[in-house]
């Protein structure tokens, strides 16, 4: 269907050396895109770049350092140097402090990680809903990239919990502020996939009856999170905004 083309439309991605942004560059470039990829391992970054060129498609590679907010208005510049005016921000870069309850939590985890995952993607809304405005862009479509720790609880996952959560409600806020601006903002909350994010959980001595509390008795792939992000990134979704779509094969719904 021509409302879920991405052609002609500029894409950044943060986080796309490894995981989700290394595969979302590949689907959203497939779908017409052009496609900004920041991460801080530039030689994974450009790897994936080629990889995307190679096959016919757009992409660009920028180092990135979503926590230092000099390097993120660089890589905001350089991709509107190169592309134009940007039609998406996906905020995807996050991390976590390994498995820590809240006692276990030391201020530099907490900072780690509520520095990367939520105050690097506030700081990046809030320079590109400026650029839409300067550009007098027509619109601006943010997609957050949060997780159903926003909403179960699950022990030793306490700041990265903590920071997706926060995440799903500055979605809304931005919904709400931005709709003045003509930004829409919505997030996806991805259920547990095999990355360096989740590693310590899937691949532990837990996994297996932790993948027994999922009703469709599976962990996710990287390509169940396709359709739901070719809609929030692309005209399909024009008049959504403020909401969170969950990809999780059920997980939140599992029996108390
Ligand atoms: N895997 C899951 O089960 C799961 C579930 C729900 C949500 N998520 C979320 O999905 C997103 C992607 O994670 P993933 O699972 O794909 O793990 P991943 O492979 O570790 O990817 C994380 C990405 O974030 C980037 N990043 C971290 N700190 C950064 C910084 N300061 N500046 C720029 N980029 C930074 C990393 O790149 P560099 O290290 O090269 O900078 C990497 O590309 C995260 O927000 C994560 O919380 C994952």
Known sequence: ????????????????????????????????????????????????????NDRGDVALGLELDVRDAESTAQFLDAAETAFGPIDVLVNNAGVEAGAKTYLDTEEEDWDYVLDTNLKAAWRLCKLYTERVQINQQAGGNIVNIASITAYRTIKGQF????????????????????????????????????????????????????????????????????????????????????????VDGGHICSEL
């Open 1 to 52: 269907m021509d409302q879920f083309s991405m052609a002609g439309k500029t894409v950044v991605i943060t986080g796309a050396s490894s995981g989700f942004g290394h595969h979302f560059a590949g689907v959203l470039a497939a779908a017409g895109a052009n496609v900004v990829l920041g991460a801080r391992r530039i030689d994974k970054v450009a790897a994936r770049v080629a990889e995307i």
């Open 159 to 246: 700041s990265y919990a903590v920071s997706k959560a926060a995440l799903v409600k500055m979605t809304e806020v931005i919904a709400l502020e931005g709709a003045k601006y003509r930004v829409r903002a919505n997030a996806i909350a991805p259920g547990y996939i095999l990355t360096d994010v989740s590693r310590l959980l899937l691949e532990s001595e837990r996994s297996e009856s932790f993948v027994k509390g999922i009703p469709m008795r599976r962990y996710g792939e990287f390509k169940d999170l396709d359709g739901p992000l070719l809609l929030l990134c692309s005209d399909a979704s024009s008049y959504m905004t403020g909401s969170t779509i969950v």
